[in-house]
């Protein structure tokens, strides 16, 4: 059916062709229209009407492969050869197809490929209406390039191309010669010269930045309010040579000059003396780091160059005589005097020192596990005769073990009170024989065995502010001798006076710690003291206590909210020990008669690890504050006395425990330090102090 229709609508063509070139009336015609052609394609193969478009128009055309589809086109008006010709373009653009003619040959691609192939030049040679793939350069006076592009891309179909290039201010578009016209006309009518300048204003009193502060306070609070839109107005301070410059429309111009010129009006008290309040620095350190700088500030230009006088020399030993800075404590608070310029640079300087540091939440784990265990096993005997109430040793094999040897066994039976203290760890078998004569022998077995395990952790933890040593300490006070002597005769009357002098140390966990933030990398750098001790339970000489004591001395760089080990020790240890006869001892079985064996083993495990936490506001701190506040809550609430308790010893008495967080209330707003103003001030006083 469609090859029917197509070669009926072929043969219609082609026979009209015809009849226009053999009618003499079309004839007369073609002297001023040429000939006419009317076609009737229905769903017919692309291909077949590329080859009546060739033969009507006489062109060369070549398809690509890619190139498939059934088409439609009709029409009831006879048509010129070039009017067929835009009908076959529009024909190709509705089925993503697109023809490219170059050195006289017309090749026919996907949309998606035609870009990339060479293309035709809008305003020589393709009309503007035409459905042709054409390129064109266009160049952009008053306005910037590319913010044009995102306006005018949806303008375009997906395959087309659109690209600004900044150094020349100049658009590229790849697209239909129709669609490329229609851009251009819409580019004309955006690239106008509008009325937006840059007035420079020299101020004469006020300090350029402190009124560019005000004013783009006062403009982003009013665009705030209105919602924004229009074009945006900058405000800049040069302070060097102390002028406003704003840009922007005629009219916001005018109304930040107005604004610009009452604020620069001097003061009734001339100006020279100001009065800062600190928000976040110590007041009497800034005051001495200024005098600081105005010192060498006139050390340096007041040196007189080598040609001959220093007329700046007068200008800076003037400065500094009419300059000066002093701090309140109780205010916190700088009142300082100086010229204009100096002044600018002073609060300039008092600015960018008096902001609110971050603060660390440094997180420190103490991991201490150690493994003990100690075993012994032995044999003593003992042989001896008491005849004549004399007593004779025959034999004897004694070695303690477990701190308990036979013959502290054999006195025990004969005096009780002399039972070692050692003889009720363990186990111990014993036999026999003691009388007033004859022979007596004794022999024990004993075994012992002991293990033990330690497991400390300790979870220190402190807050401090940016490049702030923070110290954290809990410990305890113990007491250590470190010598005694004894005073006798002269004025003691012969009496012995002991002296024993002690010395305290602290036995605890003490962590010293410093910060150092790296606001952009998210990184902080820690000076880190650590020390935990505790007391062993065993004694030394003189009977003086023994301490565990570990301490990490380290710089080290973490991530915010990382953990990192700061050291550690791994230990293993094993002791084996045997006490035997000579040649005895080594004979099998009958040799652990004489013989005795201990083993021990020590584990040790200690790990110290760190985590920072950078406490960028006042919402971060209060998270982390609430967090150890309920933990700490929660763990009272465990820990309850009476918890499970049938009958309290004490009823009617709760636990002391920590109250309940109070709802969060809103922050208040923190205002730059310039603008704030003592209640008690006066209207009248408030000339030399800067207005909010």
């Not at 003499?24 to 229209?33: C, L, M, P, W």
């Not at 002391?656 to 707003?669: D, R």
């Amino acid at each position: 059916m469609n090859r029917h229709s197509f070669r009926a609508g072929l043969l219609a063509v082609f026979l009209v062709m015809a009849g226009s070139l053999t009618s003499s009336e079309v004839g007369a015609q073609n002297q001023n229209d040429g000939q006419r052609i009317t076609p009737h394609f229905k769903d017919a193969e692309i291909g077949q009407v590329i080859e009546a478009v060739a033969a009507a128009t006489g062109k060369t055309i070549i398809p690509d492969i890619r190139v498939r589809a059934q088409v439609t086109m009709l029409s009831n008006t006879p048509m010129t050869p070039s009017q067929f010709y835009e009908a076959f373009l529009a024909l190709l653009q509705v089925h993503s197809f697109v023809a490219v003619e170059s050195g006289g040959i017309i090749r026919i691609v996907p949309d998606a490929n035609a870009r990339q192939l060479v293309n035709q030049d809008l305003p020589t040679r393709i009309n503007g209406g035409s459905e042709e793939l054409v390129t064109q350069v266009i160049a952009v006076k008053n306005i910037n390039a590319s913010q044009l592009v995102p306006v005018l891309r949806p303008l375009q179909p997906q395959s087309a191309h659109l690209a600004a290039f900044p150094s020349s201010n100049i658009l590229v578009i790849s697209d239909r010669a129709s669609n490329v016209n229609r851009i251009m006309r819409i580019i004309e009518r955006i690239d106008q010269v509008g009325d937006s300048d840059v007035d420079i204003v020299r101020l004469e009193h006020a300090s350029s930045s402190e009124v560019v502060r005000v004013v783009n306070t006062f403009f982003q609070q009013a665009q705030g309010g209105e919602g924004g839109g229009g074009q945006a107005t900058r405000v800049i301070a040069d302070d060097r040579s102390n002028s406003v410059l704003i840009g922007g429309d005629r009219s916001q111009r005018l109304r930040i000059k107005t604004l610009v010129a009452h604020l620069d009006t001097p003061l009734d008290n001339g100006g020279d003396t100001q009065v800062r309040y600190l928000q976040f620095a110590d007041a009497e350190k800034i005051a001495t780091k200024l005098k600081e700088q105005i010192s060498a500030t006139v050390a340096i230009t007041g040196a007189a160059p080598a040609g001959g006088g220093a007329p700046g020399g007068g200008v800076a030993a003037s400065a500094d005589r009419s300059t000066t800075i002093w701090a309140d404590p109780e205010t916190n608070a700088l009142i300082i005097t100086a010229p204009a310029k100096v002044m600018r640079s002073l609060l300039a300087i008092v600015d960018r020192l008096d902001i609110r540091r971050m603060q660390v939440l440094v997180e420190a784990i103490i991991v201490d596990v150690t493994v003990n265990k100690n075993s012994e096993l032995g044999v003593n005997w003992a042989v001896w005769s008491e005849d004549d109430d004399e007593r004779i040793p025959l034999g004897l094999f004694n070695q303690q073990v477990g701190g308990v040897s036979v013959l502290d066994l054999a006195g025990a039976i004969d005096n009780p009170a002399n039972t070692p203290s050692g003889i009720q760890n363990g186990s111990t078998f014993g036999i026999g024989r003691i009388a007033s004569s004859g022979v007596n022998f004794a022999a024990m077995l004993r075994a012992i065995q002991g293990d033990s395990t330690t497991n400390v952790i300790a979870t220190p933890s402190a807050v401090t502010m940016d490049n702030q040593e923070a110290e954290l300490k809990v410990a305890q006070e113990v007491p250590f001798v470190t010598g005694s002597y004894t005073n006798t005769g002269g004025n003691n009357n012969g009496n012995v006076n002991p002296f024993t002098t002690v010395q305290r140390e602290e036995v605890g966990t003490i962590l010293k710690i410093t910060p150092k933030i790296n606001a952009q990398g998210g990184l902080v750098q820690l000076k880190i003291e650590l020390e935990s001790s505790e007391l062993t339970g065993d004694s030394g000489d003189a009977n003086s206590l023994i301490t565990n004591k570990r301490t990490v001395n380290t710089n080290v760089l973490i991530e915010d909210g990382g953990i990192v080990v700061l050291g550690g020790l791994i230990r293993d240890g094993a002791t084996r020990g045997e006490q035997r006869v000579p040649y005895l001892g080594r004979i099998p079985v009958i040799g652990e008669l004489f013989k005795t064996r201990s083993r021990r083993r020590d584990k040790t495990n200690l790990m110290v690890f760190i985590r920072p936490k950078i406490l960028h506001d006042g919402a971060t701190t209060a998270f982390a504050t609430d967090a150890k506040y309920n933990f700490m809550r929660q763990l009272q609430k465990e820990s309850s006395s009476q918890k499970g308790e049938v009958l309290p010893l004490i009823p009617f008495n709760k636990d002391p425990m920590l109250p309940e967080l109070p709802p969060p209330t809103s922050a208040p707003s923190v205002l730059p330090p310039e603008s704030i103003v003592p209640p008690e001030s006066k209207p009248d006083e408030q000339s030399s102090k800067p207005q909010p």
